[in-house]
C-alpha cells in the first residue's frame, strides 16, 4: 500500500503530464481537448493544494 509521499508524487507526475499535454492541446487549438484536460487539471490542482503542495513552480497553466 502506497503511503502519503507516493501518493503525492504521483499526483504530482499526473499534474505535470496534465500542463503537457494541455499545453499541446492549446497549441493545436484543440478546445474539446484542452477543455477535458482542464476538468482533470482542476482537480488535480484541488488535491495537491489541500496536500500543501506549492504549485507556484511547477503550474504552468495557471489557471
Not at 499541446?24 to 488535480?44: D, G, I, Q
Request: net charge negative.
Amino acid at each position: 500500500m502506497p503511503n502519503g509521499l507516493e501518493i503525492i508524487k504521483a499526483a504530482i507526475d499526473d499534474f505535470e503530464d496534465i500542463q503537457k499535454y494541455m499545453l499541446l492541446a492549446r497549441k493545436e487549438n484543440a478546445t474539446e481537448t484542452y477543455a477535458e484536460l482542464k476538468t482533470k487539471y482542476l482537480s488535480l490542482k484541488a488535491i495537491l493544494t489541500v496536500a500543501g503542495v506549492n504549485l507556484t513552480d511547477i503550474d504552468k497553466i495557471k489557471e
